[in-house]
Every structure is written in C-alpha cells, then in structure tokens.
C-alpha cells in the first residue's frame, strides 16, 4: 500500500484547515495543497502530484460535481467527494459514484467538535484506501451494465434452490450496479451487506428498482427470500441474519458490531452456514476484512464461495481479505463473477445471460 498523497479542495477555508489537520494525523496520509476552487485544483494537480483528491460538491464557480467529470474525461485519479447528508445530497452522491467517484463522504453539519474530530477521523482511512483504488472508465461501465439489463430481462431463469449473499463496503455501489444488472426478473433469492451511508443506500435501491427487471428493496425483518427479489441491509444499527426454513427468512437483531461492522457480513454468512441453507456467497469491493471469516464458514458448510478479484476491485481489501483466510473458491473479475453465482444458482448449472 503506497503514501496518500491528497489534495483537499474545499471552498471554506476554516474546512480545509481541519480537513487538512485531521488527514495528516492519519499514517501514510499527507496533504500535499489545498485549493478553495476548481481552478485553483488543476494547477495544484499539475504542480502536486497528489494520487487522491477530496472535492467538496458546492465550490463556486464550477460545482465539485461538473469538475469531477472534467478530472475522469480529462486524466482520471482518486477522488473522494465530501457532500451533506440532504435528500439533494444523496441524489449527487449517487451521480458521483456514476462519474467514478471512489467514495462519497458526508459532511456532519451539526456536531460537536469531538463528534466532528470523530466522524472525520474515518475520513483518513478512505482517503488511504482511494490513493490506493483503481479507477474505473465509469462511461464504458455504465453502457456494459445497460446492455446486461436489457439482456437479463429476456432470460427465463430456472432456479435450483440457492440464496445468493453478497457483500460490499467502499466501491460496492459501482460494483453491485455492474454486477446485479446481469440479474433477471427470477433471479435467486439475494441477501446483501453494503457497508455504505443508509441514505445513500436508499436511493441507490431506489434506482436499481427502476433499471432492473427484478424486484430490490431494503432488508427488513422477517422478509422471506424468494425468487425474484434482491434484499440490501445497510442500517448501521442492526445486523442481517439468516433464519432457516421454507423459505430461509432475513431476521434484523440490533447487537455488537462484529469486528467493527454492522451490519455484519461475517454475521451474514456465518448464520447462513449454520442454517444449513444451499447457498452461493461472495466478497466485493471494499475496505477492511469483514465477510473473510463467515465466507469462510459458508465454504467449510459446502457452499459455492467466490471474491471479486482485488485487482479489478475498486479497493481489494475486503476480497484480498477472504482470498488469504480460504473463504474463497476463485476470485473473479466482476464480468465473471456475475455468470459464476448465477450458474451455480441455475438447473442447468450455467449461466451466459
């Protein structure tokens, strides 16, 4: 993992100035410049050299929105987007992730500057794990994942009985829109764990309800997972489990994050496993290890088990996590993957879409 080098561009100085504070407390994070506008930023990016950027969405002049396009058509790198936990918030975050941001962070409008210190202290950890990311073509990806839609609403899916459950933190809303577009209108049962803000999350389900031809809708508590829906836990305050029966219900309980996380995706798969339910399990893009010990519980239960390959991921730590505690099968680029959960989902054990 090599040196952040960030540029924070913010048009409030006084946020700079504790941006910029709080980043250089992070290990192997320092701000190279600040710059308070769109102009400003590109000749800090030709002079700096940073390898990552936090952009603020309102700036004057040029929005953060409209020079983030400008930095992925122009020269593509790092960016982490700061914007305000609004409805009109959530919207842009969603457009920045479709532009290629690697993350969208909320800003705390009002907090004590403990909570501030605090919230922004993770800052450090994303902005470490963006420098070190890959970027993706976001137009390239968006048509792929339109061509897949359209060919999934075609397909007549024959299920053989087992639940999908997938995992995803930083880089999981590009990932789960690549790879759930190849999911059709009978997909199998999906439970998945995205490590991401609620709010953000809702209008991602949101949007994916609109584009897909199955059914995507917020976990919530006693949900029964059949054919044809895809369920999304994201409530920082509850973890999803799995509940045997016919069919395997989604239970919401509000217990200790597991390791750090919660929802938890080791929690995810390790209750899956132990309900003995027929079961394909993956880790996506994200950071940290949270999923590597349940998948690895789900393998050793005789479940299919699959990563994203951490060099295609956005950020490979999750992945690359599972990968070294033997949770995984194979790890796969996500144009695979999607047909590989499919497949073993599928009577006839392929999948092509």
């Known amino acids: 993992m090599h040196e952040a080098r960030v540029l924070v ?16 407390q ?13 102009d400003e930023a590109r000749k800090q990016i030709v002079e700096l050299k940073p390898n990552v950027l936090t952009l603020d969405v309102e700036m004057p002049g040029m929005s953060g929105i409209d020079f983030l396009k400008e930095i992925m058509e122009d020269k593509p ?8 936990l609004t409805q009109a918030g959530t919207d842009t975050s969603l457009r920045a992730y479709e532009l290629g941001a690697v993350e969208c962070f909320p800003k705390p409008l009002k907090a004590t500057p403990e909570q501030f210190a605090k919230t922004v202290g993770k800052l450090g950890k994303i ?17 792929a994942a339109e061509a897949k839609v359209a060919a999934a609403s075609e397909v007549q899916f024959d299920w053989n009985g087992h ?30 764990t995205l490590g991401l803000e609620p709010m953000v999350v809702d209008a991602f389900i949101n949007r994916m309800s609109d584009q897909l031809p199955c059914t995507v809708k917020a976990a919530t508590d006693g949900a029964a997972l059949t054919p044809g829906t895809i369920h999304i836990a994201a409530d920082p305050a509850c973890h999803a489990l799995i509940e045997a029966g016919q069919p395997p219900k989604v239970r919401l309980v509000a217990r200790d994050p597991v390791e750090g996380a919660r929802p938890s995706a080791t929690l995810l798969f390790g209750t899956m496993a132990r309900a003995g339910v027929p079961a394909v399990g993956a880790v996506l893009t994200g950071m940290g290890e949270d999923g590597a010990k349940g998948l690895k519980l789900l393998r050793d239960a005789g479940a299919a088990t699959f990563a994203q390959d951490p060099a295609t991921a956005t950020v490979g730590e999750a992945p690359a996590a599972a990968i070294a505690a033997g949770a995984v099968q194979q790890p796969l680029a996500l144009e695979a993957l999607a047909a590989a959960i499919l497949g073993k989902c599928s009577t006839s054990g392929t999948f092509t879409g």
Do not use: E, Y
């Not at 794990?129 to 976001?138: H, L, M, P």
């Not at 995803?168 to 199998?188: E, F, H, N």
């Open 9 to 24: 561009v913010d048009d409030s100085a006084a946020m700079r100035a504790l941006f910029s504070d709080l980043l250089d």
């Open 26 to 38: 992070t290990k192997n994070v320092v701000v190279v410049g600040t710059a308070a506008s769109a």
């Open 77 to 84: 790198m790092p960016v982490v987007m700061l914007s305000s």
């Open 127 to 143: 902005v470490l794990a963006a420098a070190n990311s890959n970027v993706k073509d976001a137009g390239t990806r968006k048509r």
């Open 163 to 192: 639940v999908v459950a997938l995992s995803a933190s930083m880089g999981g809303i590009d990932a789960l829109g690549d790879l759930l577009a190849a999911w059709p209108a009978q997909c199998p049962p999906t439970i998945i």
